[in-house]
């Protein structure tokens, strides 16, 4: 088989339509994520996810022993610990006052001790082998079905129609928190509806690139959309873009190279972006700084430039 046929398989293009839709929602909803200055929120949703994945697998092992793991379930069992970690960092910092750093390291640690907890406890039951908790922790995207990429087009489509009805009030919210809150908008309502597109996408993208790394794909593509304008508007779509040209990068290298982690190599592409747009982007790239200030020293000296 050659290498056409392979990326043109069926496995694989369900493979590339699930990681391109996960892209897309991930950069999207990472956009304002950045804005609001929280990029440790993605880590801590999938860190607090494991918790509720072990604990899933065990009370379904228990009541159904011969049926083995259930992946939704399993899902299921994540979205709650994740919803449940970010609903916990969204009231210590409300009642308990507390920085957001040390909101977010507190909650991430507590989550992640007790997953590990769990994961022990989970190898030394007797369905232990069955669990398949590896592939939530590092991703397992061969495994997509077309059932995973209709949810994640609907997590996708719900992304765009969300930011697009919500960007006036999100990104008030993101810049000037003070001022949204005197012209009456529901800031909490605001904040949990924005971390709760967050917990969909991160639990959506566990099957694929891992709760380890879904934070990539929340981070990179909008730090990548930066350096190429200021704008909210064109920073969306060009995370949009970026999310979606490195998962498909990602997806397509690990088709034509066996053995490969999707989900890492996902990341790897997201990051040759990153300093594809860090070097070349039309707004903040360092050539394009260079250039300017090597402008800037010629005409001090009274040359004027190439």
């Known amino acids: 088989m050659n290498k056409l046929e392979v990326i043109f398989a069926y496995n694989t293009l369900i493979v590339l339509a ?3 839709l996960l892209g897309i929602a991930a950069g999207i909803t990472g956009t304002f994520l950045m804005l609001r200055r929280r990029s440790l929120a993605g880590d801590v949703i999938g860190h607090a996810a494991l918790p509720g994945v072990a604990l899933a697998f065990l009370i379904y092992a228990s009541v159904a022993p011969e049926a083995g793991k259930s992946l939704p379930v399993m899902l299921l069992g994540g979205g709650i610990a994740s919803g449940l970690g970010m609903l916990t960092v969204l009231w210590l910092r409300n009642v308990g006052g ?4 040390a909101v977010l390291a507190i909650v991430l640690s507590t989550f992640f001790g007790a997953g ?3 994961l022990s406890v989970v190898q030394a039951s007797p369905t232990g082998s069955q669990s398949g908790l590896r592939d939530f922790i590092f991703g397992q995207a061969a495994a997509i079905r077309i059932s995973d ?13 969300t930011s697009n009805l919500l960007m006036k ?5 993101c810049f000037d928190e003070g001022l949204a809150h005197v012209l009456g908008y529901p ?13 969909a996408v991160c639990v959506a ?6 709760l380890l790394l879904i934070v990539a794909l929340l981070i990179i593509p909008p730090t990548s959309a930066r350096f190429w304008s200021d704008s909210i508007s064109p920073n969306i779509w060009l995370s949009a873009l970026f999310g979606a040209i490195s998962a498909t990068a990602g997806g397509i290298a690990s088709a034509l190279i066996p053995k490969l982690s999707t989900g890492a190599i996902i990341v790897v592409a997201a990051a040759i972006v990153l300093t594809f747009s860090m070097l070349l982007g039309t707004k903040h790239g360092l050539l394009l700084r260079w250039h300017a200030q090597r402008a800037m020293r010629l005409r001090a000296k009274g040359v004027p430039p190439a």
């Open 187 to 199: 800031i909490r309502l605001l904040d949990f509806l924005l971390m709760a597109l967050v917990v």
């Open 18 to 20: 699930g990681t391109m």
């Open 116 to 118: 590990v907890v769990l």
């Open 149 to 161: 990429v209709a949810l994640l087009a609907s997590i996708a489509l719900g992304t765009i129609v």
């Open 98 to 101: 507390l920085p957001e750093d």
């Open 169 to 173: 009030e999100w990104a008030l919210m």
């Open 205 to 210: 993208g566990m099957q694929a690139v891992g």
